[in-house]
């Protein structure tokens, strides 16, 4: 299993967007996936129609009274399962502090899912936390949406940092997200970036309406619009981070 996250410092960049269309088009490709949506917003479930709430709360999940196999349901999709969000979410920090090697945890939650799942996909809520630590340990990649500004780009410089300082270091994925060709400042930034970094990606995702559009379809985008130009770029952005991830076209089933 490949366990990949899509985390920013910064919210309102779209990363419960791309984590919702990913997962759909991993799944899409004959592979198992599981999206657990760590957000207490509950925005991934909501998209996926799936009632955000887990039995316990976070905390169940963190002190091992139920676990990540338990609390997944399935969606409207085949071979996509979703661990809905849970407001407790929002006390996580709490419950992780008080727990034995906290930076472990969630790690220590997907490692009986290996045989299960070829690809997991946390959605993070924003900022710097001992949750987004956590994830920081347990993901084989960092999915990093950017809007394409400076503050933006700042955030990334800052987790680059700490990523820097871990032993086993995620491989990190940036990409531009709500991007309009028309402005100056987009592209400048974009290509800025690109001659300064190589890990980022190729793939752009426009700034389009129809991406606000999936809240009110309450479906990925390939669902509902598949011809968008945005869903070519997901499509696109999928192939990109399927191969810096290392997954494989084959999909490992439950025995």
Request: charged fraction near 25%; glycine fraction near 6%; aromatic fraction near 6%.
């Amino acid at each position: 299993m490949r366990t990949l996250a899509t985390y920013n410092i910064k919210g309102g960049v779209g990363k419960t967007a791309a984590a919702v269309n990913l997962a759909y088009l991993a799944a899409r490709g004959g592979r198992r996936t599981l999206l657990w949506d760590l957000d207490p917003q509950g925005a991934a479930s909501y998209l996926l129609r799936i009632r955000p709430r887990v039995k316990g709360g976070g905390k169940a999940l963190i002190r091992g009274k139920t676990s990540l196999d338990q609390a997944a349901r399935p969606t409207e999709f085949d071979n996509l399962e979703l661990v809905p969000a849970d407001f407790t979410y929002r006390n996580l920090d709490l419950v992780l502090d008080a727990a034995k090697r906290s930076t472990q945890r969630i790690a220590r939650l997907l490692a009986p899912l290996e045989d299960d799942y070829q690809v997991a996909i946390v959605d993070c809520p924003p900022g710097i936390s001992l949750v987004s630590e956590n994830v920081v340990h347990a993901a084989d990649a960092l999915l990093v949406p950017l809007i394409p500004t400076t503050l933006s780009v700042r955030t990334l410089d800052q987790l680059t940092e700490f990523v820097a300082e871990l032993e086993e270091r995620p491989a990190l994925v940036p990409f531009f997200s709500m991007v309009d060709g028309r402005k100056r400042l987009h592209r400048e930034v974009v290509e800025e970036l690109r001659a300064q970094r190589e890990d980022v990606a190729t793939t752009v995702i426009p700034a389009l309406s129809v991406v606000e559009q999936m809240s009110v379809h309450q479906a990925p985008l390939p669902v509902f619009a598949p011809h968008s130009r945005v869903t070519r770029s997901y499509e696109k952005l999928w192939e990109e981070v399927r191969a810096r991830a290392n997954i494989g076209p084959r999909v490992r089933r439950r025995a």
